[in-house]
């Protein structure tokens, strides 16, 4: 968090998605090259129909919480914002590219590439908890607490009335 109590308009983001980008291109590659016996022709046809379906799933939580739900203007005028996509899921933008990710992992066919979901999850919820959460905290103290006791920090769900 800056010294002024601003929240960070990126954040941790940039190097979260950075770093699972890199890793799902090299993934790829490698089962390109390296590993690729671990293909399976009759996963093909699923892997790629859920692989695309995360990768539209990726690109929409994206836009609707970077388009519609304008969380830039919420973190400039230090509001708290827990509507629209934020509803759902407490870091849509990440678990945009968790799912895209994801998605073009399981496109590549290789059972091999399926230990990098976990992997990202994983770097997400310690990343996430480290810093944002923690900031968030910091600034929005009770209502940031109450809203996570309502909405899971990366897979979208309806809000939990509790």
Not at 60 to 83: C, F, R
Not at 110 to 121: E, Q, R
Request: with cysteine.
């Amino acid at each position: 968090m800056e010294k002024n109590g601003q929240l960070p308009l990126f954040g941790v983001g940039p190097i979260y998605v950075v770093i699972i980008i890199l890793l799902t291109v090299a993934g790829i590659l490698l089962s390109v090259y390296v590993i690729p016996n671990g293909s399976f022709d009759f996963l093909l046809i699923p892997f790629s129909v859920i692989g695309s379906l995360l990768i539209i799933g990726g690109l929409y939580l994206w836009v609707d919480a970077v388009l519609k739900s304008k969380i830039d203007e919420g973190i400039k005028n230090n509001k708290l914002v827990t509507t629209g996509i934020y509803a759902c899921v407490r870091n849509p933008i990440y678990s945009a590219f968790l799912f895209a990710c994801t998605g073009a992992l399981l496109i590549a066919n290789n059972l091999w590439l399926l230990i990098l979901p976990p992997v990202y999850w994983l770097f997400l919820t310690v990343l996430i908890k480290q810093t944002e959460e923690k900031w968030l905290k910091e600034r929005y103290g009770k209502e940031y607490e109450e809203y996570c006791k309502k909405v899971n920090r990366c897979i979208p769900w309806f809000a939990q009335r509790k």
